[in-house]
């Protein structure tokens, strides 16, 4: 399988982030992506290559154009303003507050675009965003020429930002903008599966009222864990996309014959919907170490999830999400696509 990849990744580095009254070094930090791709190389996975270079439009069907400029700028605005450090929100959009209108000062702005204070813009953030949605979109345009699967290592991860939101540590929906560039090339249907602990908000928001993109989550119970406001079993899609959004929650301690129980589930679903190519957002933090997360996934079972998604017979996008145990992220993640070649 043939992995692409970018060195501009390290770009991003978050100062901190601020968690239980405590500025924290951050979790998604750039040894994620350097371990992964040292396995990759270590178990020689296949060629590794660099990402091809997407115009702004590529972002702007899915994305909001104020969003895209709000990170594409704000760092260079905070520094304007006389500040320091990276740029992080410190208020936001309540229900009842103004949603038609874009607040002119950044902080209105950090504000009305982000969800939380996890996910700070620095002075080279937008160099690192956009070749991560180049990564996932050069994976999708190589699954549209042909190959099977494609791993697009992209960092900073994706699936928490919507339409107009950045926040949980993504800033563009890396899999989203892969899965419309599938469409866009002529497929008919295209299915995402996201198996990352967390609630794949923005990838649901975006596509909820869609019924060309199912969107299939397997992630904690939102009634116990981040992103705490979207993710439960009773959201299905909306309007044209009624039917076409699964969510299965899972509590806190899930183990492994439960969540292949809700893998099984979304095979079968992803199956029905009948799709031409598979975006998977590959988180690896359902890890039994994850220092963030709650579910006990043994590093063996990732290479089942590779195999049993190969076992859908669709060519397969896996797209790097979430997964914060970096001594053992390397093995975890290229489990998952060994598991798939090898079937
Ligand atoms: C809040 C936790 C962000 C979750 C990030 C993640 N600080 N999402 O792994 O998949
Ligand atoms: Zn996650």
Redesign the pocket.
Same mark, same amino acid.
């Given at each position: 399988m043939i992995t692409v990849f970018s060195p501009d990744h390290a770009l991003h580095q978050s100062p901190g982030?601020l968690?239980y009254s405590e500025f924290v070094p951050a979790?998604?930090k750039p040894e994620r992506a350097a371990l992964i791709l040292a396995r990759v190389k270590e178990v020689g996975l296949g060629e590794v290559r660099g990402p091809d270079v997407f115009p702004a439009e590529a972002l702007t069907k899915i994305h909001a154009p104020g969003l895209v400029n709000l990170l594409m700028t704000a760092h260079e605005e905070w520094v304007a303003m006389g500040r320091t450090g990276a740029a992080y929100p410190y208020t936001w959009a309540a229900r009842g507050m103004r949603a038609d209108r874009v607040p002119k000062n950044l902080d209105g702005r950090l504000g009305f675009y982000g969800f &939380?204070c996890?996910t700070p813009i620095t002075a080279t953030s937008w160099r690192a965003i956009k070749a991560s949605a180049d990564v996932a979109l050069t994976g999708a345009e190589m699954i549209s020429a042909g190959e099977r699967a494609v791993f697009a290592l992209c960092r900073p991860?994706g699936?928490?930002a919507g339409s107009d939101h950045f926040g949980? =540590?993504?800033f563009l929906n890396n899999a989203a903008l892969a899965a419309q560039k599938l469409l866009d090339d002529g497929a008919r249907r295209v299915a995402i599966l996201d198996v990352? =602990?967390?609630h794949?908000n923005g990838t649901q928001q975006i596509f909820y009222r869609r019924n060309d993109v199912l969107v299939v989550n397997i992630h904690a119970d939102p009634d116990e864990e =981040?992103?705490y406001m979207l993710g439960f079993s009773d959201e299905s899609g909306e309007a044209a996309g009624e039917g076409f959004n699964l969510n299965l929650p899972l509590p806190w301690g899930t183990q492994w014959p439960e969540w292949r129980a809700a893998l099984e589930t979304s095979i079968a679903r992803v199956l029905a919907f009948g799709p031409d190519a598979v975006v998977v957002s590959l988180?690896v &933090?359902t890890y039994k170490n994850d220092p963030?997360?709650k579910f006990r996934l043994e590093s063996e079972h990732f290479m089942v999830i590779g195999r049993m998604t190969a076992n859908l017979m669709k060519p397969v996008l896996f797209v790097m999400?979430?997964?914060?145990a970096v001594a053992e992220i390397g093995v975890n993640a290229v489990n998952v696509l060994t598991g798939f070649d090898d079937s």
């Open positions: 982030e968690i979790f998604e &939380d996890g991860p699936h928490h949980g =540590y993504c990352d =602990y967390h794949g =981040y992103p988180g &933090d963030i997360s999400e979430g997964g914060y």
